[in-house]
T-cell receptor, first 111, second 115 residues
């Protein structure tokens, strides 16, 4: 399986701090995506970065992609209590194949 | 929010009984997926569909079957439920433009407990 792996498994920070989560994957990709899941809810798409992109921003989110290292990072700046959730990276296999998800990082933002 | 409805949202059943979960979409998206989510495993793909009557297996398809007779409905069937199929099941959909690696829209999940 070309499953991505997030690191760390769990992260606890104070409100206002930045949160960084990492994802490593095994095969070539067309794109890498990040999703958020609030407790008891479905996943919500956050951002997609293509294999020919190195960095992408969306509001307080910053995603980087290093295809040579097969890794990506998600940075959430100035975190809020509402950012408390699990965050997942998802990758395709470089062809027309469904996304494969990592096991996620549980982020707790303490007010 | 994408128009995706899963039913039932919660179900408790006994080992050996058949179970069908339904996913209904109002977005007319081409692709539909069933994932299961378990502690320590993240989300794993069970089956997916790329059109009416066109389905394929995912990573953990054993013990599951699917059907898609209409664009809007994707059914997941456990012919004879086992305790190892206790899980939260998520349906997802995606548009045709990016193929299978496009952005997914998820339903709210169906929690299944097999006793």
């Amino acid at each position: 399986s070309q499953q991505g792996e997030e690191d760390p498994q769990a992260l606890s920070i104070q409100e206002g701090e930045n949160a960084t989560m990492n994802c490593s994957y095994k095969t070539s990709i067309n794109n890498l995506q990040w999703y958020r899941q609030n407790s008891g809810r479905g996943l919500v798409h956050l951002i997609l970065i293509r294999s020919n992109e190195r960095e992408k921003h969306s509001g307080r989110l910053r995603v980087t992609l290093d295809t040579s290292k097969k890794s990506s990072s998600l940075l959430i700046t100035a975190s809020r209590a509402a950012d408390t959730a699990s965050y997942f990276c998802a990758t395709d296999g470089g062809g027309n194949t469904p996304l494969v998800f990592g096991k996620g990082t549980r982020l707790s933002v303490i007010a | 929010d994408a128009g995706i409805t899963q039913s039932p949202r919660h179900k408790v059943t006994e080992t050996g009984t058949p179970v069908t979960l339904r996913c209904h979409q109002t977005e007319n998206h081409r692709y539909m997926y069933w994932y299961r989510q378990d502690p320590g495993h993240g989300l794993r793909l069970i089956h997916y569909s790329y059109g009416v009557k066109d389905t394929d297996k995912g990573e953990v398809s054993d013990g599951y079957s699917v059907s898609r007779s209409k664009t809007e409905d994707f059914l997941l069937t456990l012919e004879s439920a086992t305790s190892s199929q206790t899980s939260v099941y998520f349906c997802a959909i995606s548009e045709a433009t990016r193929g299978l690696s496009g952005e997914l829209f998820f339903g709210e999940g169906s929690r299944l407990t097999v006793l």
